[in-house]
């Protein structure tokens, strides 16, 4: 699967250090993130290709993931794409 950030709907604000929000525009509401959940967005509405939980786990940790580091990306990438935050494509 591949994963993509839902920018026409959703806005992402960031801190160094304490995370940051994320604001949805269809009805104004406005989430707090976890500073590793920022940053897997961020590295999602950055890159203009969409891209797979391996390859977004890989560049969080700055190495190759293990198993486990994959399966945590994809359980928060799916609370992401059930808010409408991220969409999911077929690979």
Do not use: H
Request: glycine share 8%; proline share 3%.
């Amino acid at each position: 699967m591949k994963y993509t950030f839902n920018a026409a709907r959703f806005g992402l604000r960031g801190w160094e250090g304490q995370g940051g929000v994320l604001y949805d525009e269809a009805d104004s509401t406005l989430y707090e993130v976890s500073e590793s959940a920022f940053l897997l967005l961020n590295s999602l509405w950055l890159q203009a290709d969409p891209q797979s939980a391996m390859e977004l786990a890989r560049d969080l940790l700055g190495e190759p993931p293990e198993r486990v580091d994959v399966e945590l990306v994809e359980a928060v990438l799916n609370d992401f794409r059930k808010m409408g935050a991220v969409t999911c494509l077929s690979a």
